[in-house]
């Protein structure tokens, strides 16, 4: 059984920056690729970014390439998602998960039905 426990949320000024970490526990690790999603009031969640747990690839969707990171500690207990040049449609709820989809194609995530979630961060930018 996987458990995600998102921090780092906040608000902040529209090129400010925040730093999200998931603690990772249970098998979260073993998913092949982990990622953050997130989602705006009325509006559907999105991939944002993913890495392989094993190689460390990254993916990013294109309206935080350049802006955002997302890495892994050694141990692969914790997740980040560094975010830079933050803008006010950055504003969501940020979940962390794992079991996602990490399409080498597209460079995209997206999620399954074998996805496991946090309960999530607020980022409110302004």
């Known amino acids: 059984h996987v458990q995600l426990v998102e921090s780092g949320g906040g608000s902040v000024q529209a090129g400010g920056s925040l730093r999200l970490s998931c603690g990772v526990s249970?098998?979260?690790?073993?998913?092949?690729?982990m990622g953050w999603f997130r989602q705006a009031p009325g509006e559907e969640r999105e991939g944002v970014a993913g890495?392989?747990?094993?190689?460390?690839?990254?993916y990013y969707a294109d309206s935080v390439k350049g802006r955002f990171t997302i890495s892994q500690d050694n141990a692969k207990t914790t997740l980040y998602l560094q975010m830079n040049s933050l803008k006010p449609e950055d504003t969501a709820m940020y979940y962390c998960?794992?079991?996602?989809?990490?399409?080498?194609?597209?460079?995209?995530?997206?999620?399954?039905?074998?996805?496991?979630w946090g309960r999530g961060t607020q980022v409110t930018v302004s």
């Open positions: 890495i392989t747990t094993r190689s460390g690839s990254t």
């Open positions: 249970g098998y979260g690790y073993s998913s092949y690729c």
């Open positions: 998960a794992a079991h996602i989809i990490c399409e080498s194609g597209t460079q995209k995530v997206r999620s399954s039905y074998l996805t496991s």
